[in-house]
């Protein structure tokens, strides 16, 4: 990796036991990526309180190293080499999901599914199949928009609404069937009921005849959400009194598990 000032003065400062330039690149980044993936300098310094000689040293560093790339118009962007990465990170939390997702499958007889808001989509990284001859099939790796999907809404439902009409005006909101909320303002109410009963319901909204439940995992160090899906014949309302406190507890089982990974 390539050196720079930066590391011959941050790195001799422990920060708590970390490396403190280690500590302000990953900073940095998480900043990049709360910004929608490109910022100036100047933003970072002013949303960090980090002089801007220290931004520099650091954002020259993360560029050499394929991390971070200067756009044309000087301001950075995030880079290439973070999405191999980040596919890898999806697929290890797939794998530690699914003993949890096999669990959900033997107690509620669905198709148990884990996924995750990568930028303005949700992609599914994990899922354990239904036992009966007729049951959903969603791909791991696919990616639908948040609008229509339970498990969508699940993982928007802590986000400011202005943060949800400011997304949703990025990705649109097209119908996939009859009953898809097509509004933002329907939106933002059916994340109020999400935030109320504390689960959401894809009610035929993203495929006919198919109902999702689904529950954020709590405190996970990436925004996901495990859902159940169904043929709408056996999801129903009397079937979701049952299945909402399964989902809840797994998701809580699951957060503690992910935050034991996270300090090891």
């Known amino acids: 990796m390539p050196t720079s000032s930066a590391s011959t003065t941050d790195t001799a400062k422990p920060n708590g036991g970390g490396v ?8 940095l980044l998480e900043r990049m990526a709360d910004a929608g993936g490109e910022v100036g300098l100047s933003e ?12 520099h040293r650091l954002m020259r560093t993360l560029v050499a190293c394929g991390y971070v790339r200067q756009q044309p118009n000087r301001r950075y962007a995030l880079g290439p080499r973070l999405i191999r990465l ?3 990170a999806s697929r290890l939390l797939g794998t530690w999901a699914r003993p949890y997702l096999a669990r959900l499958v033997e107690e509620t007889g669905e198709t148990a599914n884990m996924a995750l808001l990568d930028g303005d989509e949700i992609v599914y990284v ?9 049951r959903m099939f969603t791909e791991v790796g696919r990616r639908v928009l948040p609008h229509s999907t339970g498990v969508g809404k699940a993982l928007l439902a802590s986000f400011p609404p202005e943060e949800v009409r400011a997304l949703l005006s990025r990705t649109g909101m097209p119908a996939a069937t009859e009953k898809t909320i097509t509004t933002p303002d329907g939106f933002l109410a059916a994340l109020e009921d999400v935030r109320r009963t504390g689960y959401a319901v894809d009610d035929n909204e993203q495929e006919v005849g198919v109902r999702c439940l689904a529950v954020s995992v709590p405190d996970s160090p990436t925004a996901a959400a495990i859902s159940i899906s169904g043929p709408a014949g ?15 507890q797994v998701a809580h089982e699951l957060s503690e598990a992910l935050a034991t990974q996270n300090q090891a």
Do not use: N
């Open 234 to 248: 056996r999801v129903t309302e009397e079937a979701t009194e049952k299945i909402v406190p399964v989902l809840q």
């Open 20 to 27: 403190q330039s280690l500590e302000r690149a990953f900073d």
């Open 86 to 88: 980040g596919e890898s």
């Open 44 to 55: 970072l310094s002013a949303s960090s309180g980090l002089p801007l000689p220290t931004i």
């Open 126 to 134: 994990a899922q354990v199949p239904s036992k009966h001859s007729m």
